[in-house]
Protein backbone atom coordinates (compact mmCIF):
# COMPACT_ATOMS: atom_id res chain seq x y z
CA UNK A 1 0.00 0.00 0.00
CA UNK A 2 1.47 3.24 -0.77
CA UNK A 3 1.13 5.99 1.36
CA UNK A 4 1.38 9.96 0.68
CA UNK A 5 0.84 12.35 3.40
CA UNK A 6 0.17 16.08 2.86
CA UNK A 7 2.72 17.28 5.39
CA UNK A 8 5.01 19.23 4.16
CA UNK A 9 5.01 17.30 0.84
CA UNK A 10 7.10 15.12 2.43
CA UNK A 11 6.23 11.22 1.99
CA UNK A 12 5.70 9.24 5.46
CA UNK A 13 6.39 5.60 5.03
CA UNK A 14 3.66 3.74 7.25
CA UNK A 15 3.91 0.16 7.33
CA UNK A 16 0.89 -0.17 9.73
CA UNK A 17 -1.68 1.42 7.10
CA UNK A 18 -2.93 4.05 9.95
CA UNK A 19 -4.30 6.94 9.22
CA UNK A 20 -2.17 8.62 11.30
CA UNK A 21 1.73 8.87 11.54
CA UNK A 22 4.96 11.32 12.02
CA UNK A 23 6.62 13.20 9.61
CA UNK A 24 10.13 12.80 8.95
CA UNK A 25 10.45 15.88 7.49
CA UNK A 26 8.60 17.90 10.45
CA UNK A 27 7.83 15.48 13.27
CA UNK A 28 4.54 16.43 13.20
CA UNK A 29 1.69 14.10 13.08
CA UNK A 30 -0.12 13.85 9.48
CA UNK A 31 -2.45 12.38 7.69
CA UNK A 32 -1.46 9.43 6.18
CA UNK A 33 -3.50 9.09 2.53
CA UNK A 34 -3.86 5.50 1.20
CA UNK A 35 -2.88 5.17 -2.44
CA UNK A 36 -6.20 3.64 -2.92
CA UNK A 37 -7.82 6.94 -2.30
CA UNK A 38 -5.54 8.19 -5.25
CA UNK A 39 -7.97 9.40 -7.97
CA UNK A 40 -10.73 9.01 -6.10
CA UNK A 41 -10.17 11.51 -3.54
CA UNK A 42 -13.05 13.92 -3.14
CA UNK A 43 -12.05 17.99 -3.12
CA UNK A 44 -13.65 19.97 -0.60
CA UNK A 45 -13.36 23.92 0.23
CA UNK A 46 -13.98 24.77 3.79
CA UNK A 47 -14.35 28.82 4.24
CA UNK A 48 -14.14 30.21 7.22
CA UNK A 49 -11.35 29.35 10.05
CA UNK A 50 -13.33 29.09 13.53
CA UNK A 51 -14.12 26.34 15.73
CA UNK A 52 -17.12 25.26 13.34
CA UNK A 53 -14.23 25.31 10.07
CA UNK A 54 -11.85 23.46 12.54
CA UNK A 55 -14.28 20.15 12.81
CA UNK A 56 -14.85 20.45 9.33
CA UNK A 57 -11.64 20.04 8.13
CA UNK A 58 -11.11 17.16 10.94
CA UNK A 59 -14.12 15.07 9.39
CA UNK A 60 -12.74 15.36 5.95
CA UNK A 61 -8.94 14.37 7.45
CA UNK A 62 -10.58 11.65 8.98
CA UNK A 63 -12.58 10.27 5.73
CA UNK A 64 -9.48 11.14 3.62
CA UNK A 65 -10.83 13.88 1.28
CA UNK A 66 -8.35 16.65 0.33
CA UNK A 67 -9.21 19.76 1.66
CA UNK A 68 -8.10 23.63 1.32
CA UNK A 69 -9.63 26.01 3.29
CA UNK A 70 -10.21 30.14 2.24
CA UNK A 71 -10.46 32.16 5.46
CA UNK A 72 -10.54 36.00 6.18
CA UNK A 73 -8.31 35.34 8.86
CA UNK A 74 -5.51 32.46 9.71
CA UNK A 75 -7.03 29.85 12.06
CA UNK A 76 -4.29 30.73 14.82
CA UNK A 77 -6.44 34.88 14.58
CA UNK A 78 -9.48 33.08 15.09
CA UNK A 79 -9.31 31.16 18.43
CA UNK A 80 -11.65 32.69 20.55
CA UNK A 81 -10.93 32.90 24.51
CA UNK A 82 -13.68 35.20 26.32
CA UNK A 83 -16.96 34.43 27.33
CA UNK A 84 -18.54 31.43 28.32
CA UNK A 85 -16.92 29.50 25.17
CA UNK A 86 -16.01 26.08 26.05
CA UNK A 87 -16.29 23.10 23.43
CA UNK A 88 -18.91 20.41 24.33
CA UNK A 89 -16.80 17.88 22.27
CA UNK A 90 -13.57 17.74 20.28
CA UNK A 91 -12.41 16.26 16.64
CA UNK A 92 -11.07 12.83 17.04
CA UNK A 93 -7.56 12.03 16.10
CA UNK A 94 -6.08 15.03 17.98
CA UNK A 95 -3.88 13.17 20.30
CA UNK A 96 -4.37 13.72 24.03
CA UNK A 97 -7.00 15.98 25.26
CA UNK A 98 -7.85 17.33 29.19
CA UNK A 99 -11.10 18.46 29.73
CA UNK A 100 -11.95 20.85 32.29
CA UNK A 101 -14.58 20.89 35.04
CA UNK A 102 -16.83 23.76 34.50
CA UNK A 103 -19.38 24.67 37.03
CA UNK A 104 -22.66 26.23 35.43
CA UNK A 105 -24.52 28.36 38.25
CA UNK A 106 -27.53 31.21 38.36
CA UNK A 107 -28.77 33.62 40.47
CA UNK A 108 -32.18 35.08 40.57
CA UNK A 109 -34.50 34.18 38.23
CA UNK A 110 -34.17 32.61 34.30
CA UNK A 111 -37.40 35.42 33.61
CA UNK A 112 -35.07 38.57 35.03
CA UNK A 113 -32.19 37.35 33.01
CA UNK A 114 -34.23 37.03 29.89
CA UNK A 115 -35.36 40.29 30.13
CA UNK A 116 -32.23 41.59 30.64
CA UNK A 117 -30.70 39.69 28.11
CA UNK A 118 -33.55 40.02 25.08
CA UNK A 119 -36.14 42.43 26.41
CA UNK A 120 -38.94 39.84 26.70
CA UNK A 121 -39.07 36.47 27.95
CA UNK A 122 -38.10 33.27 25.51
CA UNK A 123 -36.58 30.06 26.65
CA UNK A 124 -32.54 30.53 27.27
CA UNK A 125 -29.85 28.22 29.09
CA UNK A 126 -30.04 29.77 32.37
CA UNK A 127 -29.69 27.20 34.23
CA UNK A 128 -32.43 26.18 37.73
CA UNK A 129 -29.98 24.46 39.88
CA UNK A 130 -25.98 23.91 39.99
CA UNK A 131 -24.67 21.22 38.11
CA UNK A 132 -20.96 20.67 36.75
CA UNK A 133 -19.72 19.31 33.24
CA UNK A 134 -16.88 18.40 32.11
CA UNK A 135 -15.81 20.92 28.89
CA UNK A 136 -12.78 20.96 26.64
CA UNK A 137 -10.63 24.45 25.22
CA UNK A 138 -11.25 25.58 22.22
CA UNK A 139 -7.28 25.61 21.88
CA UNK A 140 -7.36 21.96 21.02
CA UNK A 141 -8.57 23.07 17.59
CA UNK A 142 -5.13 24.30 16.83
CA UNK A 143 -4.28 20.78 16.18
CA UNK A 144 -6.63 20.22 13.54
CA UNK A 145 -4.72 22.92 11.34
CA UNK A 146 -1.61 20.78 10.55
CA UNK A 147 -0.66 20.28 7.20
CA UNK A 148 -3.82 22.18 5.80
CA UNK A 149 -3.51 24.77 3.12
CA UNK A 150 -5.39 28.05 4.42
CA UNK A 151 -5.62 30.84 1.61
CA UNK A 152 -6.24 34.09 3.54
CA UNK A 153 -9.13 35.49 1.62
CA UNK A 154 -12.57 37.31 2.26
CA UNK A 155 -15.05 35.80 -0.66
CA UNK A 156 -18.37 37.35 -2.00
CA UNK A 157 -21.09 35.09 -2.43
CA UNK A 158 -19.90 35.31 -6.25
CA UNK A 159 -16.53 34.48 -5.22
CA UNK A 160 -17.89 31.27 -3.37
CA UNK A 161 -20.34 30.67 -6.07
CA UNK A 162 -16.78 30.54 -8.61
CA UNK A 163 -15.45 28.34 -6.41
CA UNK A 164 -17.84 25.47 -7.27
CA UNK A 165 -16.86 25.87 -10.61
CA UNK A 166 -13.19 24.90 -9.91
CA UNK A 167 -13.89 20.76 -9.49
CA UNK A 168 -14.47 21.25 -5.66
CA UNK A 169 -17.25 18.31 -4.90
CA UNK A 170 -18.25 20.40 -1.54
CA UNK A 171 -18.01 23.88 -0.28
CA UNK A 172 -19.04 24.19 3.44
CA UNK A 173 -18.88 27.97 4.31
CA UNK A 174 -18.96 29.24 7.95
CA UNK A 175 -20.36 32.35 8.05
CA UNK A 176 -23.72 33.80 6.75
CA UNK A 177 -24.62 34.35 2.99
CA UNK A 178 -28.66 34.15 3.45
CA UNK A 179 -29.05 37.16 4.54
CA UNK A 180 -30.85 38.39 7.98
CA UNK A 181 -27.69 40.59 9.39
CA UNK A 182 -30.65 42.67 11.59
CA UNK A 183 -30.73 38.77 13.57
CA UNK A 184 -26.92 39.52 14.43
CA UNK A 185 -26.60 41.16 17.39
CA UNK A 186 -23.23 42.00 19.18
CA UNK A 187 -22.69 42.71 22.89
CA UNK A 188 -19.58 43.85 25.29
CA UNK A 189 -17.67 41.26 27.22
CA UNK A 190 -15.21 42.62 29.69
CA UNK A 191 -12.00 40.23 29.93
CA UNK A 192 -9.34 40.31 32.98
CA UNK A 193 -6.34 38.04 33.58
CA UNK A 194 -6.57 36.02 36.63
CA UNK A 195 -4.69 32.96 38.13
CA UNK A 196 -5.35 29.56 35.91
CA UNK A 197 -5.65 27.29 38.84
CA UNK A 198 -9.12 28.86 40.06
CA UNK A 199 -12.27 27.06 39.89
CA UNK A 200 -13.79 27.46 36.13
CA UNK A 201 -17.39 28.50 36.04
CA UNK A 202 -20.34 30.01 34.81
CA UNK A 203 -22.29 32.26 36.31
CA UNK A 204 -25.73 33.46 34.99
CA UNK A 205 -27.31 36.82 36.35
CA UNK A 206 -31.48 36.96 36.63
CA UNK A 207 -31.05 39.89 39.12
CA UNK A 208 -31.63 43.58 38.72
CA UNK A 209 -28.38 44.42 40.96
CA UNK A 210 -25.83 43.55 38.72
CA UNK A 211 -25.64 44.96 34.89
CA UNK A 212 -24.21 42.05 33.47
CA UNK A 213 -26.04 38.90 32.35
CA UNK A 214 -23.36 36.54 32.95
CA UNK A 215 -19.66 36.19 34.09
CA UNK A 216 -17.49 33.39 33.49
CA UNK A 217 -14.15 32.49 34.37
CA UNK A 218 -12.31 30.12 31.99
CA UNK A 219 -8.67 29.09 31.27
CA UNK A 220 -7.48 32.10 33.54
CA UNK A 221 -9.58 34.36 31.82
CA UNK A 222 -12.61 36.49 34.11
CA UNK A 223 -15.32 37.70 31.63
CA UNK A 224 -18.60 39.90 32.18
CA UNK A 225 -20.83 39.91 29.20
CA UNK A 226 -23.21 42.43 29.45
CA UNK A 227 -26.55 42.18 27.11
CA UNK A 228 -26.55 43.98 23.09
CA UNK A 229 -28.69 46.99 23.82
CA UNK A 230 -25.27 48.43 25.85
CA UNK A 231 -22.43 49.91 24.17
CA UNK A 232 -19.10 49.59 24.38
CA UNK A 233 -18.20 52.24 26.74
CA UNK A 234 -14.95 50.76 28.10
CA UNK A 235 -15.30 53.55 31.39
CA UNK A 236 -18.61 52.77 32.28
CA UNK A 237 -18.14 48.82 31.93
CA UNK A 238 -14.89 48.99 33.64
CA UNK A 239 -16.45 50.97 36.70
CA UNK A 240 -19.28 48.36 36.92
CA UNK A 241 -17.18 45.33 36.99
CA UNK A 242 -14.49 46.71 39.98
CA UNK A 243 -17.89 47.76 42.26
CA UNK A 244 -19.23 44.09 41.56
CA UNK A 245 -16.19 42.81 43.26
CA UNK A 246 -16.76 43.96 46.60
CA UNK A 247 -20.43 42.72 46.70
CA UNK A 248 -21.30 39.08 48.28
CA UNK A 249 -21.62 36.79 47.73
CA UNK A 250 -19.88 37.17 44.43
CA UNK A 251 -16.47 38.56 46.17
CA UNK A 252 -15.51 35.02 47.13
CA UNK A 253 -16.45 33.62 43.53
CA UNK A 254 -14.83 36.20 41.60
CA UNK A 255 -11.40 35.88 43.09
CA UNK A 256 -8.90 39.28 43.47
CA UNK A 257 -9.58 42.01 41.40
CA UNK A 258 -8.06 41.47 38.09
CA UNK A 259 -5.23 44.07 37.42
CA UNK A 260 -6.30 45.15 34.37
CA UNK A 261 -9.13 44.26 31.69
CA UNK A 262 -9.73 44.05 28.10
CA UNK A 263 -12.53 44.40 25.83
CA UNK A 264 -14.03 42.64 23.37
CA UNK A 265 -16.94 42.41 21.02
CA UNK A 266 -19.28 39.15 20.95
CA UNK A 267 -22.06 38.27 18.74
CA UNK A 268 -24.86 36.16 18.96
CA UNK A 269 -27.92 35.67 17.08
CA UNK A 270 -31.66 36.84 17.86
CA UNK A 271 -33.68 33.90 19.66
CA UNK A 272 -36.29 34.22 17.31
CA UNK A 273 -34.38 33.83 14.19
CA UNK A 274 -35.52 31.29 11.98
CA UNK A 275 -32.46 28.95 10.81
CA UNK A 276 -31.86 28.30 6.74
CA UNK A 277 -33.50 25.69 4.72
CA UNK A 278 -32.12 22.98 2.33
CA UNK A 279 -34.12 25.33 -0.54
CA UNK A 280 -31.90 28.65 0.36
CA UNK A 281 -28.51 27.42 -0.33
CA UNK A 282 -26.91 29.40 -3.35
CA UNK A 283 -26.17 25.86 -4.99
CA UNK A 284 -26.78 22.04 -3.87
CA UNK A 285 -22.93 21.43 -2.82
CA UNK A 286 -22.51 24.73 -1.34
CA UNK A 287 -23.59 23.63 2.95
CA UNK A 288 -23.48 26.19 5.43
CA UNK A 289 -21.94 25.02 9.07
CA UNK A 290 -22.00 26.74 12.11
CA UNK A 291 -24.59 28.52 14.25
CA UNK A 292 -24.03 31.56 12.18
CA UNK A 293 -24.04 30.41 8.65
CA UNK A 294 -27.25 28.16 9.16
CA UNK A 295 -28.66 30.97 11.60
CA UNK A 296 -29.56 28.38 14.06
CA UNK A 297 -28.56 29.68 17.67
CA UNK A 298 -28.77 25.67 18.94
CA UNK A 299 -25.82 24.76 16.39
CA UNK A 300 -22.77 23.99 18.16
CA UNK A 301 -19.43 24.01 16.08
CA UNK A 302 -19.03 20.33 16.25
CA UNK A 303 -21.86 19.23 15.03
CA UNK A 304 -20.20 20.43 11.74
CA UNK A 305 -17.97 17.27 11.98
CA UNK A 306 -21.18 14.99 11.48
CA UNK A 307 -22.93 17.64 8.55
CA UNK A 308 -19.58 17.44 7.08
CA UNK A 309 -19.22 13.70 7.59
CA UNK A 310 -22.49 12.59 6.05
CA UNK A 311 -21.86 14.73 2.96
CA UNK A 312 -19.11 13.23 2.35
CA UNK A 313 -20.63 9.70 2.59
CA UNK A 314 -23.69 10.81 0.43
CA UNK A 315 -21.11 10.47 -2.55
C1 LIG B 1 -20.80 33.59 25.10
C2 LIG B 1 -20.70 32.55 24.06
C3 LIG B 1 -20.54 31.20 24.41
C4 LIG B 1 -20.41 30.21 23.45
N1 LIG B 1 -20.23 28.89 23.77
C5 LIG B 1 -20.07 27.95 22.80
C6 LIG B 1 -19.80 26.58 23.06
O1 LIG B 1 -19.73 26.19 24.21
N2 LIG B 1 -19.63 25.70 22.03
C7 LIG B 1 -19.71 26.12 20.76
O2 LIG B 1 -19.55 25.31 19.84
N3 LIG B 1 -19.96 27.41 20.51
C8 LIG B 1 -20.14 28.33 21.48
N4 LIG B 1 -20.38 29.63 21.23
C9 LIG B 1 -20.55 30.03 19.95
C10 LIG B 1 -19.24 30.24 19.38
O3 LIG B 1 -18.90 31.59 19.39
C11 LIG B 1 -19.47 29.80 18.04
O4 LIG B 1 -19.90 28.43 18.05
C12 LIG B 1 -18.22 29.85 17.28
O5 LIG B 1 -17.53 31.07 17.32
C13 LIG B 1 -18.71 29.69 15.94
O6 LIG B 1 -17.64 29.34 15.21
P1 LIG B 1 -17.86 29.33 13.69
O7 LIG B 1 -16.63 28.72 13.18
O8 LIG B 1 -19.18 28.73 13.33
O9 LIG B 1 -18.01 30.86 13.29
P2 LIG B 1 -16.95 32.02 13.45
O10 LIG B 1 -16.10 31.83 14.64
O11 LIG B 1 -17.72 33.29 13.29
O12 LIG B 1 -16.01 31.80 12.19
C14 LIG B 1 -16.34 32.29 10.92
C15 LIG B 1 -15.07 32.30 10.11
O13 LIG B 1 -15.37 32.80 8.81
C16 LIG B 1 -14.41 33.77 8.45
N5 LIG B 1 -15.08 34.67 7.52
C17 LIG B 1 -16.12 35.47 7.78
N6 LIG B 1 -16.51 36.12 6.66
C18 LIG B 1 -15.68 35.69 5.67
C19 LIG B 1 -15.58 35.96 4.27
N7 LIG B 1 -16.42 36.80 3.65
N8 LIG B 1 -14.62 35.33 3.55
C20 LIG B 1 -13.76 34.45 4.15
N9 LIG B 1 -13.83 34.16 5.47
C21 LIG B 1 -14.78 34.77 6.22
C22 LIG B 1 -13.99 34.42 9.76
O14 LIG B 1 -12.69 34.97 9.66
C23 LIG B 1 -13.98 33.19 10.66
O15 LIG B 1 -12.75 32.52 10.52
C24 LIG B 1 -20.49 30.61 22.16
C25 LIG B 1 -20.65 31.95 21.80
C26 LIG B 1 -20.74 32.91 22.73
C27 LIG B 1 -20.88 34.34 22.32
Redesign the pocket.
Known sequence: MGEISDCCSAKVYNPGGDKWARCEACHEMSLVISGDWGGTRQKVAV????????FAVAACKSIGAEVKV????YPTE?I?QT??????AIPPNIGHVEPVQVSINSIGEAAVYSEMQWGKVVPTSFPIEERTEL?YSPMYLNRVWQSVPVFR????TEDIIGLTHQGYDWVFH??PLVGRHESLVQFPIVVGKQANHLRDFILYNGTVQYDWV?ATRQFGNLCF?YPHTYSIDDEYLFRDVIGDFSAPPLAELMGDVPASYEFFC???ILPSTRPVTRQEYVRHNIVP?????TWDRK????H?YTTVESHLQER
Open positions: LGSGASAAYSSVNQGAYFLHWETLSSFREGRDIGRFAAFAHA
